[in-house]
């Protein structure tokens, strides 16, 4: 179901929706073990968002980045996070998009 409002999002070019949706597709990600993807696209998610002046994050998508971010540490050594956190800030949208629709398991 994310694939497919990833999509339909991107379609329509609401950048800031697929901001959220690349923010639950890291949660996501982070959570079935795929720290360093889910760490390039919240990273991105978040350069999104300051690249469209979304200000600072609602309290729902706060508690989603914590999520996140804590299950990425928990799979990732310091210098492999930074790394792919950089990564992720240089990814367009569509970059970014491609990257999350390409990490996901079919189901």
């Not at 795929?34 to 998610?45: C, E, P, V």
């Not at 540490?73 to 629709?101: M, N």
Request: zero cysteines; charged letters at 25%; glycine letters at 6%.
């Amino acid at each position: 179901m994310y694939k497919d409002v990833l999509r339909i999002d991107r379609d329509r070019g609401v950048l800031l929706q697929v901001a959220f949706d690349l923010t639950r597709f890291a949660r996501a990600l982070a959570r079935t073990g795929k720290g360093a993807d889910a760490a390039r696209i919240l990273s991105s998610a978040e350069a999104l968002r300051d690249e469209i002046g979304a200000g600072t994050p609602l309290p729902w998508l706060t508690t989603l980045i914590e999520d996140a971010l804590a299950a990425i540490h928990a799979q990732l050594d310091d210098a492999t996070f930074t790394e792919a956190w950089e990564q992720g800030h240089t990814l367009s949208a569509d970059e970014a998009v491609t990257l999350a629709l390409a990490s996901a398991p079919d189901t």
